[in-house]
């Protein structure tokens, strides 16, 4: 962000020297440019200022290991319940949408391939402000995608289910925020042609899941 602003402050200074010694249309030309520059500037500055907590938070998993236990291949999953589902006071046209969203769900769905990934976060050592980190949060993308500058859902990859082991069984994830390594169980989705993924936490990227078969 810092270097922004220096190029800015540089842009018009050198801009106000060329206006002063110019002729007059060179200035006019160099005044419309200088007036978009600004705009564009403003939208980077913003942009670096939204995102900055979001990759302060997401170093937490900053060079993280992910150590993968096991890959299974699974069965398609139901979709999810939608929140009207058996209400009594939907009418009979309300229940007939709702359950046309929950074909084309379990439709798309079926276009995926499914597996059980048996995986083991690590977190290592880091000096950021944050020190916890909630497997919630965490997405598997594609293994060639830049995820220093993009902090989206995955298209490749759905995490469909999350548990977590503890004490020796496998449980729902309560929620829960840790602040060193924890062992997980995802059921994901994954797109027919996708072969290697990898984790993603905000802005950092982490680790390899290379599906079974290849």
């Given at each position: 962000m810092r270097s922004l602003l220096f190029v800015f402050?540089?842009?018009?200074?050198?801009?106000?020297?060329?206006?002063?010694l110019a002729p007059w249309y060179v200035s006019v030309g160099l005044a419309v440019l200088l007036v978009l520059s600004s705009r564009l500037l403003a939208r980077l500055l913003i942009y670096r200022l939204f995102t900055m907590p979001f990759k302060a938070k997401g170093r937490v998993l900053e060079n993280a290991v992910a150590e993968v236990h096991g890959i299974q291949p699974a069965a398609t999953p139901d979709a999810p319940k939608n929140?009207?589902?058996?209400?009594?006071d939907l009418d009979e046209e309300q229940k007939a949408e709702l359950e046309h969203e929950r074909r084309e769900a379990c439709e798309e769905l079926k276009k995926r391939n499914w597996f059980t990934v048996d995986v083991e976060i690590k977190?290592?050592?880091?000096?950021?402000a944050f020190t916890h980190w909630e497997p919630?949060?965490?997405?598997?993308?594609?293994?060639?995608e830049d995820t220093?500058?993009?902090?989206?859902e995955s298209v490749e990859c759905l995490i469909h289910d999350l548990k977590i082991h503890s004490d020796g069984k496998i449980v729902d994830y309560e929620g829960d925020k840790y602040t060193g390594p924890q062992r997980l169980q995802l059921l994901i989705g994954v797109k027919a042609d996708v072969e290697r993924l990898k984790f993603q936490y905000y802005y950092e990227g982490f680790g390899?899941?290379?599906l079974p078969g290849k």
């Open positions: 402050v540089l842009f018009a200074i050198g801009a106000a020297l060329v206006v002063r929140e009207y589902d058996g209400g009594e977190p290592q050592p880091n000096d950021g919630s949060e965490l997405s598997l993308v594609h293994f060639t220093a500058e993009t902090d989206c390899e899941v290379v």
